[in-house]
């Protein structure tokens, strides 16, 4: 026999031979642990260390697609054990055991054959899969309280932070009755990781952000638990310390537990989670496991770690200590183990057998359906229902003069207008980032909503970005509806992968079991004057517009901002849509359109009664009609909208009626607009203040070209850089001279 284990075979003459070598004792069971929770807790183990060896078998014939497993891990049994069915839970992808045992809690007849079901079938991507229908494999079932997560490690935290703050938050909104919330207001939220994770930045971000809500004294009913087996893939944690960085995390209470202690780990786990559920305060369970069979099924652990680490592991086989705990306390012996052992393989080898055959996902409809669900019809109607927003809430909330009566407004306090009016219409509604409540916001947009609706529902949070889309995770997918802001555009950048990869894919990954509705205020594109640089200036949109099934709205200006939010808000509300609202700063305070004080960029806010009339859906271009209208047509958003309108006003002095067509929205974009009016000149100018490469204007382009518009077009886009400090911003940004220019050279053709 090689050092270390080698094959599943390997890892299961082992256990036999184990289990063979005890002998049979009369120790009488730990308090708090019955004879009964024993045997779940090993059957849980058993399942998972079985589905293990089942995912190499499927691998070896090419029906398999995963064989990352949970072996050496199963102690985390006892994790779930000691937590209640209903408690949210975000699996790290070896809480094989926990996910076992938890469908277990259930009370189910057939608890082994119900886990493996669901785990096997995402490991041969069966369309039937209880979570993500063959989408990825992953520990997740909405009706185990089991919310998926995704194969980037770590980037599960700062959600879960999340949902322990909205359980708490919900608490506080609808008291200790249940609501529509998907939890009990008493649950806590677990979730596992490993400890090369640890390191992350989004877990260090997500321990700083739970330590810091602690420090502000609120609640925070959360769970962590490391599972660590002392290595990430190939790279040894340093002896000490996971255990020295988790210990010295402010405001988290650290308890720790040995894998091969299985009652042990128990007894902490259930004082780990008294803790936490009755504290409302966050700890950590470090749980010390060890890793079977490398890190998955291809990789050879032998070529990297020392025999001698490989042997020490075998010694701490969390499913032998466990065996050894019923044979030592003569609830079983060594044959009765093995049989079970072999009960619980065969059972498992049965329900592979059975998933085998089930039908896959077999076209792009049937992957996309989850992506990003829309109801418009809903959405619209949504909307119409609001047209009776109570009048008496309005005048309390808004105090003497309602935002219709105030006169034309700007994009700003149009933005801030809608946003109250957003939280009259709908109460779980929240709004949060960086100076948004005290200060309200750093242009004022969200000025007076903290006082109009407190600070349970307009806060201020923490100077991180990653944590503040966090901590929107978290309360979507426990029923609110957050509105977040991150402070510019430059600053999405480095927490992107909260949007990306955790909000945009959640309805993708749980067949849309799970979703994270979000209206994300994002501050953002160029044109202050060279003022602020780049950070404050960035333009970069691209990073947005490849997202599958996200939303992103530019208004341009007041009397499009209103409808559009409103849109983005209910449709986050009725779809779970994941929206941007991307604000052009440059035009938060623009009064005038052509000349110095016309107010023509200003606009009348529209009371409840207009909002279905003046609905716009998701996807509909707005459209400017110049003179004739029909020479040019420019196509454009954003900053591009004002600038355009005033080249195309100068441009009918020289004869050239234009149309000028205001996306509105970049994703999806409005493609039936764009070739309408498009082909109703035959000529399409381009106008993108964003970059040449990766900029909106490549997708209008594509558009065009893939609906086989014959016309001429010709683009203008800003120069592939960063932006610069003072006026030398305009050497990079497209300018009014451009466009006049472009349309009369496209015109000259
Ligand atoms: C952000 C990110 N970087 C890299 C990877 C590739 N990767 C997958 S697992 C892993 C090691 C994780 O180690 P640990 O947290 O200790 O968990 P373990 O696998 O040991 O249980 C790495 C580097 C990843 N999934 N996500
Ligand atoms: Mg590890």
Same mark, same amino acid.
């Given at each position: 026999m090689l050092f270390g284990v080698t094959t599943p075979q390997d890892l299961d003459e082992r256990f036999r031979t184990a289990v063979g070598a005890l002998v049979p004792g009369t120790a009488g069971l730990p308090d708090g642990m019955t004879a009964e929770l024993a045997r779940a807790l090993f059957d849980a183990q058993l399942t998972s260390r079985?589905?293990?060896?089942?995912?190499?078998?499927?691998?070896?014939?090419?029906?398999?697609?995963?064989?990352?497993?949970?072996?050496?891990?199963?102690?985390?049994?006892?994790?779930?054990?000691?937590?209640?069915?209903?408690?949210?839970?975000?699996?790290?992808?070896?809480s094989g055991a926990f996910y076992a045992a938890r469908v277990a809690q259930a009370g189910g007849a057939d608890p082994v054959a119900d886990a493996a079901r669901d785990v096997l079938r995402g490991i041969v991507a069966s369309a039937r899969e209880p979570i993500a229908g063959g989408r990825h494999k992953v520990f997740g079932n909405a009706a185990h309280h089991v919310v998926p997560t995704t194969s980037t490690i770590a980037s599960h935290l700062p959600r879960a932070v999340g949902a322990a703050f909205a359980i708490e938050r919900l608490r506080k909104v609808n008291g200790t009755e249940t609501s529509e919330a998907p939890w009990p207001p008493d649950a806590i939220v677990v979730c596992s990781f490993g400890d090369a994770s640890v390191n992350h930045a989004t877990a260090t971000a997500a321990l700083n952000t739970t330590g810091w809500i602690d420090h502000t004294g609120l609640r925070l009913p959360l769970l962590l638990v490391c599972e660590d087996n002392g290595i990430g893939i190939s790279v040894k944690s340093p002896q000490g310390w996971v255990e020295t960085t988790l210990k010295s995390r402010p405001g988290l209470r650290y308890f720790a537990a040995d894998g091969d202690d299985p009652m042990g780990a128990y007894a902490t786990a259930v004082r780990a989670v008294e803790h936490v559920r009755k504290s409302r305060k966050p700890a950590v369970l470090h749980l010390r496991t060890v890793r079977f069979m490398g890190h998955a099924g291809a990789d050879a652990e032998v070529a990297y770690r020392p025999a001698a680490d490989l042997e020490r592991d075998l010694a701490r086989d969390p499913v032998v200590a466990t065996a050894r705990l019923l044979v030592d306390t003569g609830l079983a012996a060594p044959e009765e183990i093995v049989a079970r052992y072999d009960e619980v393989g065969w059972l498992v080898r049965k329900v592979a057998e059975e998933v085998l055959g089930e039908p896959k996902l077999t076209s792009p409809a049937d992957v996309v359906a989850a992506l990003a669900p829309r109801r418009p019809v809903r959405v619209a109607r949504t909307l119409a229902d609001l047209s009776v927003l109570s009048a008496a809430d309005r005048s309390a909330a808004f105090g003497e003069r309602l935002p219709e009566d105030a006169g034309p407004l700007t994009l700003a306090q149009t933005i801030n207008a809608a946003l109250a009016d957003g939280m009259l219409a709908n109460p779980k509604m929240a709004v949060f980032g960086e100076d948004v409540a005290i200060k309200g916001g750093v242009y004022g947009v969200t000025k007076g909503l903290r006082d109009k609706f407190g600070a349970t529902r307009v806060f201020d949070t923490l100077l991180d970005e990653t944590s503040i889309l966090g901590l929107a995770l978290g309360s979507g997918l426990a029923g609110m509806l957050p509105v977040p802001e991150i402070q510019y555009l430059a600053y999405l950048h480095n927490a992107e992968d909260q949007l990306r990869g955790e909000a945009a894919s959640m309805q993708f990954f749980s067949a849309g079991a799970y979703r994270n509705p979000m209206v994300v205020r994002l501050a953002g594109l160029a044109y202050q004057e060279g003022f602020g640089g780049h950070f404050h200036n960035d333009n970069s949109v691209a990073v947005l517009r490849d997202i599958p099934g996200l939303v992103v709205a530019v208004p341009a200006r007041a009397d499009d901002a209103a409808p559009l939010l409103r849109t983005c808000l209910a449709s986050a509300a009725v779809d779970g849509s994941v929206c941007v609202f991307l604000e052009p700063i440059a035009l938060y305070h623009t009064r005038d359109l052509y000349e110095e004080g016309d107010n023509e960029w200003l606009a009348p806010y529209l009371g409840p009664a207009?909002?279905?009339?003046?609905?716009?859906?998701?996807?509909?271009?707005?459209?400017?009609?110049?003179?004739?209208?029909?020479?040019?047509?420019?196509?454009?958003?954003?900053?591009?909208?004002?600038?355009?309108?005033?080249?195309?006003?100068?441009? &009918? $002095? +020289?004869?050239?009626?234009?149309?000028? /067509?205001?996306?509105?929205? #970049? !994703?999806? *974009?409005?493609? @039936?607009?764009?070739?309408?009016?498009?082909?109703?000149?035959?000529?399409?100018?381009? &106008? $993108? +203040?964003?970059?040449?490469?990766?900029? /909106?204007?490549?997708?209008? #382009? !594509?558009? *065009?070209?893939? @609906?086989?518009?014959?016309?001429?077009?010709?683009?203008?886009?800003?120069?592939?850089?960063?932006?610069?400090?003072?006026?030398?911003?305009?050497?990079?940004?497209?300018?009014?001279?451009?466009?006049?220019?472009?349309?009369?050279?496209?015109?000259?053709?």
């Open positions: 079985h589905l293990d060896l089942a995912a190499r078998w499927l691998r070896s014939f090419g029906e398999g697609y995963y064989t990352i497993g949970s072996a050496g891990h199963e102690s985390n049994a006892v994790v779930a054990a000691a937590l209640r069915h209903t408690d949210p839970a975000l699996l790290h992808y070896r207009s909002w279905s009339e003046a609905h716009v859906p998701i996807g509909r271009a707005r459209v400017y009609n110049v003179g004739t209208a029909d020479d040019l047509t420019i196509i454009t958003f954003g900053n591009g909208v004002r600038m355009s309108l005033r080249v195309a006003a100068r441009l &009918v $002095d +020289e004869g050239i009626g234009a149309r000028v /067509v205001d996306l509105r929205w #970049l !994703a999806p *974009l409005p493609v @039936a607009d764009v070739i309408r009016e498009s082909s109703a000149t035959g000529r399409v100018l381009v &106008v $993108d +203040e964003t970059r040449r490469s990766g900029g /909106v204007g490549e997708g209008v #382009l !594509a558009a *065009l070209v893939d @609906a086989g518009y014959v016309g001429s077009v010709s683009r203008i886009a800003s120069v592939d850089s960063f932006v610069p400090l003072g006026p030398a911003a305009k050497e990079v940004l497209v300018a009014e001279d451009a466009i006049t220019q472009g349309a009369r050279a496209l015109l000259a053709r």
